[in-house]
């Protein structure tokens, strides 16, 4: 599935023409694996792609994280209108390594960008998003205890690049607050047997932008522990953006999952490709 | 040791005085430095079909003069900026985010093409960032 895609997305871009919106390059963040704008696990406050006011921009990636006993495997794409608007939709699936099996979740997304410009003004830029997230094999998680198969993320998300801060470089700040009932991002359901309220979590990061096309940076993931059977973990993450051109960014990273469903201490990598028109 | 401790600071001083950081009109490469990015970012909007309806009807010449001007002004040049406030001065453009995306991403280029470090770029763009309020949706 993912190589045919993988396939799609080059030949999508050979046949791209040099059309590209107006934002800066690299402004318009990467994929994350919920297909949000942002970085690897966190969303951010930037609209996926380059459309700038009054202009359209459309994306497309592909992801995976590959830990000790897990691999993750994403694709989806975003369309953004004005830098305002942007409507994401995700394809997970949890390849379980060492159990064997697998779970599929997918991901609807809606970004609005309220206030602040991430380059321009004092305030950083500040966006509230929603996540509509269902899962499409729901029989393990509901066996260990999660309520329902479906939910819906909110978050807010402020995201600020400071220019000439680290060796003259620019430093790209990013805070999101989510509520959410979802176990392991959803891949383990949502809410539990016991708990159906939404959870308030804190998601942050942080990158150094070496120039206009390299960013090194880290992120930090909050997540709630409602199920009984396993510990749950908070998520991070060391990542390398490369943002080659308006059209295609490639970000590799080193991830730290903490303990998935009685699997302690997921670690691996993160490896990501977007295209972007 | 009282007569020491002034002679101390004297040679601190010097030291210092010796290796002064060079300012951001210097590290942009002075006068003939921002003659270039001002001549550079010129041509990039002619060719840009984003923004160049927005100078059809102004004075090339006091256009060129008042940006280099206001760069060398506002780098710590030895510049007085003699134009109106960006606010007069691009009321009734309707000048949007896209607009100053286009001219931000023609400066880098120019900036890039001339070999400006890194971080003198950041400096500028720093310094230039804040101008979006007074310069848009006017």
Known sequence: ?277 | MRTITPLVFALLLTACSQHPQPSLYQQLGGEPGIAAITDGLLQKIEQDQRIVHHFADTDIARFRRLLAEQLCNISGGPCEYTGGTMQESHTGFNITLAHYDALVENLIDVMQQQQISISAQNQLLALLAPMYKDITYR
């Open chain 1, 1 to 277: 599935m993912i190589t045919r895609f993988t396939l799609a997305l080059c030949c999508l871009l050979a046949s791209a023409s040099s059309v590209a919106g107006s934002k800066i390059v690299a402004t318009g963040g990467a994929s994350s694996i919920e297909g949000s704008a942002g970085g690897g696990i966190v969303p951010w406050a930037v609209i996926n792609g380059y459309g700038s006011s009054d202009e359209w921009s459309a994306t497309a990636f592909t992801s995976r994280v590959g830990v000790d006993d897990f691999t993750l495997n994403v694709f989806g794409a975003s369309v953004s209108y004005d830098n305002k608007w942007e409507w994401s939709v995700a394809r997970q699936t949890f390849k379980l390594d060492s159990i064997g099996g697998e779970l599929r979740q997918d991901v609807f997304g809606v970004k609005y960008h309220i206030a602040g410009e991430l380059l321009y003004t004092a305030w950083p830029q500040i966006s509230v998003g929603l996540q509509y997230k269902k899962h499409r094999d729901f029989g393990l998680p509901q066996a260990v205890g999660a309520r329902d198969d479906s939910g819906v993320d909110v978050y807010f998300s402020a995201s600020k690049v400071l220019f000439d801060q680290v060796a003259g470089r620019n430093l790209l700040l990013n805070g999101t607050v989510r509520a959410t009932k979802a176990n392991q991002t959803g891949l383990l359901g949502f809410g539990s047997a016991s708990d159906n309220n939404y959870q308030f979590v804190f998601e942050g990061s942080a990158a150094v932008l070496l120039n206009y096309n390299v960013a090194l940076g880290i992120e930090f993931k909050q997540k709630p522990d409602q199920l009984n059977f396993a510990t749950e973990q908070h998520w991070r993450d060391l990542f390398v953006a490369w943002f080659i051109n308006k059209h295609v960014s490639v970000v590799g990273g080193y991830v730290d999952l903490g303990s998935i469903a009685g699997f302690d201490q997921q670690q691996g990598y993160y490896i990501s490709v977007e295209g972007a028109w």
